[in-house]
């Protein structure tokens, strides 16, 4: 490629398959999730990046989605149930289930001249991150998942069952967080958390991740998913489980790289190229 697909728009367009933007509804369990796919330029399929937001979303890493479309590959952007004016209510475990919605809607005959089924890589961001790697384990046909500025629920909920002073603590950080989330309310997601904080901790299920690619990008500067509570603790236990192909590095920035918008576009490329 000729073309920094990072700082660089494409100058040879293809008349017969320019890139472009497809709207998509997708169904999870009969709720219509509302999302966009950048179609890549060039007769497909393409393989195509999933982009997955966090709680509650306000980074859709739009320029992220761009770059990657640049690179020649698909990429999709949605919203879970709940969120962001996607019919249902939002639930972390809806999360999961609402991942696997979307890879099947692109695996579906209506994408097949599309997207290239066989090649879907899942980029999630904060709790975007910690999804990507549940569905990922349950999808044995994922094989490439980046984690940035990840978030490790199951170690949030370890925080919240230490004390009831810890728990109000999230209590109260949710609060404004679930506004943009129908149905949601702070008190049950926490409650979710508990009744799930052994299945939703990723450290624990190391092993599982032996046949990904993965890349774990945080930032040094992060408040909300600081990387000692849970970017390091899972890099380590990844290490030590031996997972073959692991790229990190962290970044010198905020939680949603304000500063190192740059510097992640590029990392997440030259991963996926790599």
Same mark, same amino acid.
């Given at each position: 490629?000729?073309?920094d697909?990072?700082?660089?728009?494409?100058?040879?367009i293809?008349?017969?398959?320019?890139?472009?933007l497809?709207?998509l509804?997708?169904?999870?369990?009969?709720?219509?999730m509302?999302?966009?796919?950048?179609?890549?330029?060039?007769?497909?399929?393409?393989?195509?990046?999933?982009?997955?937001?966090?709680?509650?979303?306000?980074?859709?890493?739009?320029?992220l989605a761009?770059?990657?479309?640049?690179?020649?590959?698909?990429?999709?952007?949605?919203?879970?149930?709940?969120?962001w004016?996607?019919?249902?209510?939002?639930s972390?475990?809806?999360?999961?289930?609402?991942?696997?919605?979307?890879l099947?809607h692109l695996?579906?005959p209506?994408w097949?001249?599309?997207?290239?089924?066989?090649?879907?890589?899942?980029i999630?961001h904060?709790?975007?991150?910690?999804?990507?790697?549940?569905?990922?384990?349950e999808?044995?046909?994922?094989? *490439?998942?980046?984690? &940035?500025? +990840?978030?490790?629920l199951?170690?949030?909920?370890?925080? =919240?069952?230490?004390? $009831?002073?810890? #728990?109000?603590?999230v209590?109260?950080?949710?609060?404004?967080?679930?506004?943009?989330?129908?149905?949601?309310d702070?008190?049950t997601?926490?409650?979710?958390?508990?009744?799930?904080? *052994?299945?939703?901790? &990723?450290? +624990?299920?190391?092993?599982?991740m032996?046949?990904?690619? =993965?890349?774990?990008? $945080?930032?040094? #500067?992060?408040?909300t998913?600081?990387?000692?509570?849970?970017?390091?603790?899972?890099?380590?236990?990844?290490?030590?489980a031996?997972?073959?192909?692991?790229?990190?590095?962290?970044?010198?920035?905020?939680?949603?790289?304000?500063?190192?918008?740059?510097?992640l576009?590029?990392?997440?490329?030259?991963?996926?190229g790599?």
């Open positions: 490629m000729d073309l697909p990072v700082t660089q728009d494409i100058d040879i293809d008349a017969d398959h320019p890139s472009g497809e709207h509804n997708i169904d999870s369990d009969r709720y219509n509302l999302g966009v796919l950048l179609r890549a330029q060039g007769p497909g399929p393409h393989p195509t990046a999933v982009i997955l937001h966090g709680f509650p979303g306000h980074e859709n890493n739009f320029d761009h770059a990657i479309n640049r690179a020649g590959w698909n990429s999709v952007v949605f919203h879970y149930r709940g969120a004016g996607s019919e249902g209510e939002f972390f475990s809806n999360m999961i289930d609402d991942v696997h919605a979307c099947g695996r579906s209506e097949t001249e599309t997207v290239w089924g066989e090649r879907i890589a899942l999630g904060s709790m975007g991150g910690w999804a990507a790697m549940m569905t990922a384990m999808d044995p046909s994922i094989h *490439e998942v980046a984690f &940035l500025a +990840g978030f490790n199951g170690g949030l909920a370890s925080f =919240i069952t230490e004390s $009831g002073f810890n #728990r109000k603590i209590e109260a950080s949710f609060g404004p967080l679930v506004r943009p989330l129908g149905g949601a702070p008190i997601l926490i409650d979710e958390i508990e009744k799930n904080c *052994e299945k939703w901790e &990723l450290i +624990g299920k190391a092993r599982r032996t046949n990904l690619r =993965i890349l774990m990008v $945080g930032a040094s #500067r992060d408040t998913a600081s990387p000692e509570l849970h970017h390091m603790p899972l890099s380590r236990g990844l290490k030590y031996g997972i073959p192909s692991l790229t990190e590095l962290i970044l010198d920035s905020d939680h949603n790289f304000s500063d190192r918008r740059i510097a576009c590029r990392t997440v490329i030259n991963w996926l790599s």
